[in-house]
């Protein structure tokens, strides 16, 4: 077996495990990173990339469609090409996962290491089939997440898919049964059914993507339902594979919504976007003997990513990205990473890093965006001095919104009593990645409703909405005057 001798051991050369190459290089030459899988990381290769792309080719079409209402009109059918779409999706991922790649080999050799990394001891790792035995002082365990499903999708047989394979697919298939109107689910099943994949998706408990407040959810579930079906309560007794003339697929048998029928209906595929769980279960972690969750995730200080041992004491191990299974998001995997790195790299001197307000953005349409602190968050904290307020705009009127045809969805911010400070905000509507944005730079800002409105509003612009809602809100906090429906000097449809 080859012996290696680092200070900092990082496993995993994703989105986090290369922001924390690079911070703890910046104080030791001693570092090795662990890559188990291909290189190009999970968001170039399989997720937000890929996805995006599949909803890009989505919207041209669903565009294409949806053109008659402005007055233009398209000779004969709008067809999707489902081997053009795959080929542009795939030509386009691997010139990202190629940049990727290519400053991975930028990296000097010595530095990196390729197999699968488990733990042995406290101090070290053995790689791939007892290859390398690397003995660290410092490890960051930077190892990603996978779906995860119930085991009873496995009566799906070959016919079961995550969204790695459906970046696969050289065609589109005819049906897909999606699992989980979680944020995969919405975004991929959305994009499949406009590109003319015919869907049903199926949820548990009621959750829409990451939204948390009802008054918004119910408003997704009504505007989803007008073009594919989902039910995200769904009573679902059966799954089984199938094999018939029309080749291999899967029978879903489940009562459906509105009629309360019980219908089988065949698919090609079931899609299983049902959660992702952290890659932690095969590190071998006992050996590290660390204070883990009820997930058997090493719990973390998110300031400075340090996990602590069994008997509370800081440990010399970080964690970081969505192996934490804190925010599985690619801007927080990099900052975390650095921080990790960072800390890594300085120990045992470590340092809180600097954590951004949060945002997350599904590229749904309508997209949804959650800013700030959680309906959930905030009535916990807020919700028993009826220390909060909230402040809403509805897009169906919505001038710029009804001008562009994508007047649907809603808007909620809250604020707190008192000092009028903006907590968070809900987004289901048109260009929330933009609204997002704002809310989200001027959360971090710790801005009031009344420093927001301040700012300039052009008109007509989707913001006029947020600025309706926001004036809500100072209302209701009542720190302003009642806002006045068709206020004028404020622009037509504001
Ligand atoms: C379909 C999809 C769409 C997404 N879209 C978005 C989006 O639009 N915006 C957004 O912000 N986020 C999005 N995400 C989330 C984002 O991709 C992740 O949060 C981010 O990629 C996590 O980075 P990471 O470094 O933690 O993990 P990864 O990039 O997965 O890196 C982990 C690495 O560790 C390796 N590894 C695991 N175990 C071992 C081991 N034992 N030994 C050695 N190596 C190991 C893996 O092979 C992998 O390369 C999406 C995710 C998916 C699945
Ligand atoms: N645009 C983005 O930023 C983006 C895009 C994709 C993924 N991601 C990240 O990836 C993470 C994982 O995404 P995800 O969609 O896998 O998880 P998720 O937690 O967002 O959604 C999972 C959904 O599956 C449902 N579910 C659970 N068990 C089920 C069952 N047996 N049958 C039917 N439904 C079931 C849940 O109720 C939930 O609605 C996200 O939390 C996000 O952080 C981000």
Redesign the pocket.
Known sequence: MNERQVEVAIIGAGSAGLGAYRAAKAHTDSVVMIEGGPYGTTCARV??MP?KLLISAAEAAHHARDAGPFGIEIQGEVKVNGRAVMERIKRERDRFVGFVIESIEGIPSHDRLRGNARFETANSLIIGDNETRVTFERVIIATGSR?S??GFFDNAGDRLIINDNVFEWNDLPESVAV???????L?LGQALSRLGVRIRM????G????LRDETIRANADRVFNEEFYLDPD?K?EKIERVEDDNGAGVEITFIERSSEARLTERFDYLLA????RPNVDSLNIDALNLKLDERGVPVFNRHTLQTRLADDQPSNVFIAGDANND???LHEASDEGRIAGDNAGRFPEVRAGHRKSTI????SDPQMATIGLSTAEIEQRYGACDCYATGEVDFTGQGRSRVMRMNKGMLRVYGEQGTGLLLGAEIFGPRAEHLAHLLAWAHQQRMTIEQMLEMPFYHPVIEEGLRTALRDLNANLQLGPAIVERCMECGPGD
Do not use: M, N, Q
Request: aromatic residues 12%.
């Open positions: 997720g937000c996805s779906p499903y119930p699992f989980g109107p979680g944020v995969i689910g975004e199926f949820g548990v408990g959750a829409i993507g990451p769904a679902v976007a049902t959660g992702r925010l599985p998001l997350a953005v599904v590229f």
